[in-house]
């Protein structure tokens, strides 16, 4: 079993930065590709990064050259840098990774970011 715990959350001014941090305890040799998710008020839970053990990254369209994902394999945590912060990107932020050996993946309980116009 893998437990995900999120911080950096938290209410900023548009234009701002926040810096999320996702830290893996357990059975963390269980953990593959490591996600950031957000869900909006009334929305879609939808990817917004991820990142391979190797350091291959891939992001959603809307937060490509504004977010930074990238992974300490050392401390079991993957991070979500994000710049330059709209208030689109209001939403609550989840953590995801997926599990090399079972049929599901591991979810954090999520953070609130929150962009203020």
């Known amino acids: 079993q893998v437990h995900l715990v999120e911080s950096g959350g938290g209410l900023v001014q548009t234009g701002g930065s926040l810096r999320l941090s996702c830290a893996a305890s357990g059975s963390v040799f269980d953990i593959g590709v490591m996600k950031w998710y957000r869900q909006a008020p009334g929305a879609q839970r939808e990817l917004v990064a991820g990142?391979?053990?190797?350091?291959?990254?891939n992001y959603a369209n809307s937060v490509k050259g504004r977010f930074t994902i990238s992974r300490d394999n050392a401390k079991n945590t993957v991070y979500l840098q994000m710049n330059s912060l709209k208030p689109e990107d209001t939403a609550v932020y989840y953590c995801n990774a997926e599990s090399r050996l079972r049929p599901s993946d591991y979810w954090g309980q999520g953070t609130q970011v929150t962009v203020s116009s």
């Open positions: 990142i391979t053990s190797r350091g291959s990254t």
